[in-house]
């Protein structure tokens, strides 16, 4: 199965430091649902995986994060794109819960529900925390310079990024990546 694993806010939305809480406040970024399609299109599986700590701390309820996800299902699918699942953490930080990413247990759970081992599938994200997470499940690591990160689109990187981390400006650039190393042909060793 090809399989890749996503951030929400940050990597494919508009994130915010109030939270994004309402349907309206949850706008894609530009090209982000373009490029998921395009992964679509080339047989990968798309899963979001994302702390979603505004339900923990009371600021919106598990209705409205639907209604969220229900305007990017139909936004995605206007452009031909799919969302396979989204698993998210709903705990503030004070639960000390293992789905919180930097930890690893959303990621655990969708290798469970997928019935696949995640070593060396791609992840993205727009911050460390995602990429630890991914990191620790065994998933290759892919920084998207905007949310959080788009501060190092002119140089530099946050520091701790685990090891292979690979930058990419945008979503669209890290679905080029994804596509044309999946189009070269696999080198075997005589």
């Given at each position: 199965m090809k399989l890749v694993i996503l951030?929400?806010?940050?990597?494919?939305?508009?994130?915010?430091?109030?939270?994004?809480?309402?349907?309206?406040?949850?706008?894609?970024?530009?090209?982000s649902?373009?490029?998921?399609?395009?992964?679509?299109?080339?047989g990968?599986?798309?899963?979001?995986?994302?702390?979603?700590?505004?339900?923990?701390?009371?600021?919106?309820?598990?209705?409205?994060?639907?209604?969220?996800?229900?305007?990017?299902?139909?936004?995605?699918s206007a452009v031909g794109g799919r969302i396979d699942a989204v698993f998210y953490c709903p705990h503030s930080p004070e639960e000390s819960c293992n789905?919180?990413?930097?930890?690893?247990?959303?990621?655990?759970?969708?290798?469970?529900?997928?019935?696949?081992?995640?070593?060396?599938?791609?992840?993205?994200?727009?911050?460390?925390?995602?990429?630890q997470a991914g990191a620790a499940a065994g998933c290759e690591p892919h920084l998207i310079l905007t949310g959080k990160s788009a501060q190092y689109r002119n140089g530099?990187?946050?520091?701790?990024l685990p090891e292979g981390t690979r930058l990419h400006p945008d979503l669209g650039a890290f679905v080029d990546f994804i596509l044309e190393r999946s189009a070269q042909p696999l080198q075997v060793a005589l």
């Amino acid at each position: 199965m090809k399989l890749v694993i996503l951030d929400r806010d940050g990597t494919i939305n508009s994130d915010s430091d109030d939270f994004v809480k309402t349907p309206d406040e949850w706008m894609p970024l530009p090209g982000s649902l373009e490029a998921i399609a395009r992964l679509n299109h080339a047989g990968w599986h798309v899963v979001i995986a994302s702390n979603q700590s505004g339900l923990g701390r009371g600021l919106f309820d598990v209705a409205s994060l639907n209604a969220m996800h229900a305007k990017m299902h139909k936004m995605l699918s206007a452009v031909g794109g799919r969302i396979d699942a989204v698993f998210y953490c709903p705990h503030s930080p004070e639960e000390s819960c293992n789905c919180r990413k930097p930890l690893p247990g959303l990621f655990e759970q969708i290798g469970m529900r997928f019935g696949v081992p995640l070593k060396g599938v791609p992840t993205a994200g727009d911050s460390l925390r995602d990429l630890q997470a991914g990191a620790a499940a065994g998933c290759e690591p892919h920084l998207i310079l905007t949310g959080k990160s788009a501060q190092y689109r002119n140089g530099g990187q946050p520091d701790g990024l685990p090891e292979g981390t690979r930058l990419h400006p945008d979503l669209g650039a890290f679905v080029d990546f994804i596509l044309e190393r999946s189009a070269q042909p696999l080198q075997v060793a005589l």
